[in-house]
């Protein structure tokens, strides 16, 4: 296999450092401005310095809240939806956690019976351990996406670095299984930190959230997650379902295939097409 663009370095520095720049958001570059402005204040009147504390700790707090939200787009640009101009009557499925050995076929099995087509944001681990259902997911006219490494439950916490280190780790091993590198990124569980934003316009990766989710790791009845994504349901919707870690239903199948099941014959009832975020957004538009 010829050596795919994601397992080389990241951008160039200064396209890097522009493209970072133009993915900082007004938020994040008033938190920076107001921490160098404490900064100075302090040394000016050292007296006040319990005030200048509490200013600095409520601009972390927001900074946490931010990043804990996982459809803001305070700390960064967050696709939440498909852009009007190119939502038409599509709908796009995701998938994380992912492959799974026993899920995740049963995800594409019930995708190429109904016609419908999603993106799979997979973990690295997973990736390297079943590489052939990575195979597989494109094979079917699936895309895969990046969902970092190792999916730890501290990625929020982490460092510029860890984070550049954990993306560009991810991208080589997905690059390499599917083929062609990953050009979104969500992160587990969809908590950030300010540094995320930087880190993905350096790896040339778009950040991704969603419109609704069902829940599926942790609720075990179909019939209420199939509500929740389908309530006011509407065309550039991005609707958010697990391969991996789903729950399980009380007869012990993924409730995630039970509700996809349903759900992609009623996408069809409404005139929606499900589609994966390349077919929405082709390489080199930029909506």
């Known amino acids: 296999?010829?050596?795919?663009?994601?397992?080389?370095?990241?951008?160039?520095?200064?396209?890097?450092?522009?493209?970072?720049?133009?993915?900082?958001?007004?938020?994040?570059r008033f938190s920076v401005w107001l921490h160098a402005a404490l900064a100075a204040a302090l040394l000016l009147f050292p007296e006040r310095w319990s005030w200048f504390l509490a200013v600095f700790l409520a601009d972390q707090l927001l900074l946490t809240l931010a990043g804990l939200w996982p459809r803001s787009s305070l700390l960064g640009p967050n696709l939440v939806r498909l852009p009007s101009a190119a939502a038409g009557e599509l709908v796009v499925l995701t998938f994380d956690d992912g492959p799974d050995p026993e899920v995740t076929p049963k995800i594409l099995d019930l995708l190429e019976e109904h016609g419908a087509k999603a993106s799979f944001f997979c973990v690295g681990e997973q990736a390297q351990r079943h590489p052939e259902i990575l195979r597989e997911i494109v094979r079917r006219g699936h895309s895969v996406e990046n969902h970092s490494f190792r999916h730890s439950n501290f990625f929020a916490f982490s460092s510029l670095g860890a984070l550049r280190r954990e993306i560009r780790r991810a991208q080589s091993v997905l690059a390499e299984g599917a083929g062609t590198p990953p050009r979104f990124f969500r992160a587990p569980m969809g908590f950030r930190n300010p540094f995320l934003a930087p880190a993905l316009a350096r790896a040339g990766l778009r950040y991704v959230s969603w419109t609704r989710r069902g829940f599926d790791t942790v609720c075990r009845t179909p019939e209420v997650i199939?509500?929740?994504?389908?309530?006011?349901?509407?065309?550039?919707?991005?609707?958010?379902?697990?391969?991996?870690?789903?729950?399980?239903?009380?007869?012990?199948?993924?409730?995630?295939?039970?509700?996809?099941?349903?759900?992609?014959?009623?996408?069809?009832?409404?005139?929606?097409?499900?589609?994966?975020?390349?077919m929405a957004i082709p390489e080199g538009k930029d909506f």
Do not use: K, Q, W
Request: aromatic share 2%.
């Open 1 to 28: 296999m010829s050596r795919s663009r994601s397992s080389l370095p990241d951008r160039p520095a200064g396209l890097a450092e522009n493209a970072a720049r133009r993915h900082r958001s007004p938020f994040v």
């Open 226 to 278: 199939l509500r929740r994504l389908i309530r006011n349901l509407a065309a550039g919707d991005i609707l958010l379902l697990h391969d991996g870690s789903t729950a399980r239903t009380p007869a012990g199948e993924p409730v995630s295939a039970e509700v996809l099941s349903s759900l992609l014959p009623i996408l069809r009832a409404r005139g929606l097409r499900a589609v994966s975020l390349p």
